[in-house]
């Protein structure tokens, strides 16, 4: 299963989104490290809209997202952009 799976199946599992993206932004990222060559599952971005964030500051939203991928940054993940929101929030996408 590769990381955007695994990442797509830990936030449904957790958060129940009305709407979640999970984008692959690994190529935009080449060379910015030698072992980061674009071609692998480096860098993510999560867009995620779920009534588990109605009351949570930026914060916490931030951190409940993060805990939960914990494993996939242990395991190599180098970077993870988050935009959550809850329903009714504005986003920018």
Do not use: C, N, Y
């Not at 199946?9 to 709407?19: I, K, V």
């Not at 932004?25 to 860098?43: N, R």
Request: aromatic letters at 4%.
């Amino acid at each position: 299963m590769s990381v955007k799976s695994r990442i797509e199946t830990r936030l449904t599992e957790a958060f129940s989104p009305e709407r979640l993206v999970v984008i692959d932004e690994s190529q935009h990222h080449a060379g910015h490290q030698p072992d980061i060559t674009g071609t692998g599952e480096t860098h993510m971005r999560v867009r995620i809209v779920a009534s588990a964030f109605d009351g949570m500051t930026r914060l916490a939203r931030h951190r409940a997202v993060t805990d939960l991928l914990k494993p996939e940054l242990d395991a190599g993940l180098h970077a993870l952009a988050i935009e959550p929101a809850a329903p009714g929030e504005p986003t920018r996408w």
